[in-house]
């Protein structure tokens, strides 16, 4: 389960482009939990990828 964790920090600068709706809902979410909009964005890739190397090791 996804828990979004306090404290994450970034390393490299990109700038990425995200459809207004997504956005929001990010915002929204880092807003609620305190934390940075870009802290949320790792945390979220991070778990993603860890799920996908999940998937691959069971299947």
């Given amino acids: ?3 979004i964790q306090k404290g994450a920090g970034a390393i490299r ?4 482009r995200l459809p207004d709706e997504l956005f ?3 915002d929204e ?3 609620d939990n305190g934390i940075s909009m870009n802290a949320l964005i790792l945390q979220c ?3 993603a990828l ?4 999940k998937q691959r090791q069971e299947g």
């Fill in 29 to 31: 979410l880092a807003r």
């Fill in 50 to 53: 860890c799920s996908m190397e």
């Fill in 45 to 47: 890739c991070n778990y």
């Fill in 13 to 16: 600068v990109k700038t990425i």
């Fill in 1 to 3: 389960m996804f828990e």
């Fill in 24 to 26: 929001q809902h990010l």
